[in-house]
């Protein structure tokens, strides 16, 4: 089965759904993958250093700016093989890691049609559904560019599938390997009434606080990573752990869970390996914040940010 894709009840998360047709059956095709890269309606989207092509990044519009099937050839002489996205009203979508250029500057051909910038710096401006085609390329091609060879054996790993599966060269192991994210649960803790825990990392930016996050291990369900996390990092011991949403983060390669989590207030007992400070604030602190150097909320195109507006406002728990 193959097409668009929606849920029964849908919470629009930045980078996630995109609307994209990932057409899995197309990806053996490569006659057809190979037609598709002469077609003159297909969209390459190219990356350098993990930034994506942009017009417009120094106003209040940016737009991706995708190239076409004649371009093709300088793409592949600056970068790798291009890697199929899928398919965006009809049109074949591919991005290119340009891992052989030097400076955009000096190649006049992209110089000439916008900007490379970190997808996080524009990314609350463009269109949703772009964005997350933007996250889709920028997670597709990190994962190749860290696979290129094989965990097994150590031999060169070959493209396969249109760069949505790798393969170990060596005919004696030929292991597959497959795209891989980071599962992480990131959790607001209330305690079922007016309060909510927020804490702050040493490298963050001045005043900035968010909500408690961490990896989930192995063998570890969701809900028992976000028990352990909420121990650890301030000591408290969570009593029921609610569900809100996902979000593809690939910054580099994290898949974020995100969780409403009840605890008993009572003092924290904040560990420092783990957070600069953390405390409980109530709604009024919080609706009132200066949003500047001495205390304001994460970045607007975080879940962080979308877990504490649906405590503050809607009342989720």
Same mark, same amino acid.
């Given at each position: 089965?193959?097409?668009?894709?929606?849920?029964?009840?849908?919470?629009?998360?930045?980078?996630?759904?995109?609307?994209?047709?990932?057409?899995?059956?197309?990806?053996?095709?490569?006659?057809?993958?190979?037609?598709?890269?002469?077609?003159?309606?297909?969209?390459?989207?190219?990356?350098?250093?993990?930034?994506?092509?942009?017009?417009?990044?120094?106003?209040?519009?940016?737009?991706?700016?995708?190239?076409?099937?004649?371009?093709?050839?300088?793409?592949?002489?600056?970068?790798?093989?291009?890697?199929?996205?899928?398919?965006?009203?009809?049109?074949?979508?591919?991005?290119?890691?340009?891992?052989?250029?030097?400076?955009?500057?000096?190649?006049?051909?992209?110089?000439?049609r916008g900007t490379f910038a970190d997808l996080r710096a524009v990314g609350m401006l463009l269109p949703p559904a772009e964005g997350a085609l933007l996250a889709h390329a920028r997670?597709?091609?990190?994962?190749?560019?860290?696979?290129?060879?094989?965990?097994?054996?150590?031999?060169?790993?070959?493209?396969?599938?249109?760069?949505?599966?790798?393969?170990?060269?060596?005919?004696?192991?030929?292991?597959?390997?497959?795209?891989?994210?980071?599962?992480?649960?990131?959790?607001?803790?209330?305690?079922?009434?007016?309060?909510?825990?927020?804490?702050?990392?040493?490298?963050?930016?001045?005043?900035?606080? &968010?909500?408690?996050? =961490? @990896?989930?291990?192995?063998? *570890?369900?969701?809900?028992?990573? %976000?028990?352990? /996390?909420?121990? $650890?990092?301030?000591?408290?011991?969570?009593?029921?752990?609610?569900?809100?949403?996902?979000?593809?983060?690939?910054?580099?390669? &994290?898949?974020?869970? =995100? @969780?409403?989590?009840?605890? *008993?207030?009572?003092?924290?007992? %904040?560990?420092? /390996?783990?957070? $600069?400070?953390?405390?409980?604030?109530?709604?009024?602190?919080?609706?009132?914040?200066?949003?500047?150097?001495?205390?304001?909320?994460?970045?607007?195109?975080?879940?962080?940010?979308?877990?504490?507006?649906?405590?503050?406002?809607?009342?989720?728990?």
């Open positions: 089965m193959h097409g668009t894709y929606l849920p029964m009840q849908q919470r629009i998360i930045p980078y996630g759904w995109s609307g994209l047709d990932r057409a899995d059956h197309l990806r053996d095709d490569a006659a057809w993958l190979d037609q598709q890269l002469q077609h003159s309606e297909t969209r390459i989207y190219p990356l350098w250093q993990s930034r994506s092509l942009f017009t417009g990044v120094d106003g209040h519009q940016p737009r991706a700016v995708p190239l076409e099937a004649d371009s093709l050839d300088l793409l592949r002489r600056l970068g790798g093989e291009p890697i199929f996205l899928g398919l965006q009203e009809g049109c074949a979508c591919f991005a290119v890691d340009l891992v052989n250029l030097q400076d955009p500057e000096q190649e006049p051909e992209l110089a000439s997670a597709l091609t990190f994962w190749n560019l860290r696979h290129r060879f094989c965990g097994v054996c150590g031999a060169p790993t070959v493209m396969r599938r249109g760069g949505n599966q790798r393969q170990c060269s060596d005919e004696k192991c030929q292991v597959p390997q497959f795209p891989r994210m980071d599962p992480a649960v990131i959790m607001l803790v209330h305690d079922g009434g007016d309060r909510c825990v927020l804490g702050r990392q040493k490298v963050w930016r001045a005043g900035m606080h &968010s909500t408690l996050a =961490g @990896f989930v291990e192995p063998g *570890e369900a969701l809900e028992e990573a %976000v028990a352990r /996390e909420v121990a $650890e990092e301030v000591g408290l011991e969570i009593q029921e752990a609610t569900y809100f949403s996902s979000q593809p983060w690939p910054f580099p390669s &994290s898949l974020m869970l =995100g @969780f409403h989590a009840r605890a *008993e207030f009572r003092p924290l007992r %904040v560990q420092p /390996e783990e957070l $600069e400070s953390a405390r409980w604030f109530s709604r009024k602190e919080i609706l009132e914040s200066p949003e500047d150097e001495t205390f304001h909320l994460p970045r607007r195109d975080s879940i962080s940010y979308r877990l504490i507006q649906a405590w503050l406002h809607d009342g989720a728990c």
